[in-house]
């Protein structure tokens, strides 16, 4: 009785398949082309990204190689031609690669203390480098290059970016400490508090900044 349920599935997927063997030849077909297409991709896109890390790399060095030289206006020519490749190649890259050589051109830019290009800089690296660790430590500066400016409502909007960011990051205690910190200046003691007591729960292994939040804390509680 076995055998005939089994023979008769199988005249069933016999006649299944003689039916519509074309629909299946093609459909076989269709699945084989996309998974050679889809490896075919994943090896050009690793190829791509092998070569934009080697070029990061190389313009990261030059970058480095100039920071070296004291006298400025011997490399100033250099720096320039330098900062026209960053900016040509960070057009052309996204992700990890792009994300660099923006925060390149923002180090460049803040070592000359032109702010707001620094900070276009740093945000950008943060936007096209979100799902990397390089998006919080951009933040993190884009923050610094605004409060140069005198924008501090802007700067602690930056630095509560960082400190939320999926990515954490080494200097997210101190961030945290200078949302506090600019909240006092601009006259907001509550809110301070409430940022230096954040200061004490989230990073209570960290001395330092454990130590100055609980010392503004103690100043701030007292008056």
Same mark, same amino acid.
């Given at each position: +009785?076995?055998?005939?349920?089994?023979?008769?599935? *199988?005249?069933? /997927?016999?006649?299944?398949?003689?039916?519509?063997?074309?629909? /299946?030849?093609?459909?076989?077909?269709?699945?084989?082309?996309?998974?050679?297409?889809?490896?075919?991709?994943?090896?050009?896109?690793?190829?791509?990204?092998?070569?934009?890390?080697?070029e990061i790399d190389e313009l990261y060095?030059?970058?480095?190689?100039?920071? &070296?030289?004291?006298?400025?206006?011997?490399?100033?020519?250099?720096?320039?031609?330098?900062?026209?490749? &960053?900016?040509?190649?960070?057009?052309?890259?996204?992700?990890? =690669? *792009?994300?660099?050589?923006?925060?390149?051109?923002?180090?460049?830019?803040?070592? !000359?203390?032109?702010?707001?290009?620094?900070?276009?800089?740093? &945000?950008?690296?943060?936007? /096209?480098?979100?799902?990397?660790?390089? =998006?919080?430590?951009?933040?993190?500066?884009?923050?610094?290059?605004?409060e140069e400016q005198g924008n501090l409502?802007q700067a602690i909007d930056l630095l $509560?970016?960082? @400190?939320?960011?999926?990515?954490?990051?080494?200097?997210?205690? !101190? =961030?945290?400490?200078?949302?506090? !910190?600019?909240?006092?200046?601009?006259?907001?003691?509550?809110?301070?508090?409430?940022?230096?007591?954040? @200061?004490? /729960? $989230?990073?209570?292994? +960290?001395? @330092?900044?454990?130590? &100055?939040? !609980?010392?503004?804390?103690?100043?701030?509680? @007292?008056?």
């Open positions: +009785m076995q055998n005939n349920e089994n023979d008769n599935i *199988g005249e069933k /997927i016999n006649d299944f398949i003689r039916n519509h063997r074309k629909a /299946i030849f093609i459909t076989i077909g269709i699945l084989l082309f996309l998974f050679i297409g889809l490896i075919a991709f994943l090896s050009i896109s690793d190829a791509l990204n092998k070569k934009a890390t080697a060095g030059r970058y480095n190689g100039l920071s &070296l030289i004291n006298d400025e206006e011997f490399y100033t020519e250099d720096l320039e031609y330098l900062l026209t490749d &960053l900016k040509t190649f960070a057009q052309k890259n996204k992700g990890f =690669a *792009g994300s660099k050589a923006w925060s390149i051109i923002g180090l460049i830019y803040s070592g !000359r203390k032109d702010w707001s290009n620094a900070q276009e800089a740093w &945000l950008s690296s943060a936007k /096209i480098g979100n799902n990397t660790y390089l =998006a919080p430590i951009a933040l993190f500066n884009a923050a610094a290059a605004s409502e $509560k970016q960082s @400190v939320a960011h999926k990515f954490e990051f080494p200097a997210a205690p !101190r =961030a945290q400490f200078s949302i506090g !910190r600019l909240y006092e200046t601009l006259g907001d003691p509550t809110s301070a508090i409430e940022a230096y007591r954040e @200061v004490l /729960i $989230k990073w209570p292994e +960290m001395p @330092v900044w454990h130590n &100055l939040a !609980r010392s503004r804390l103690a100043f701030l509680e @007292v008056k």
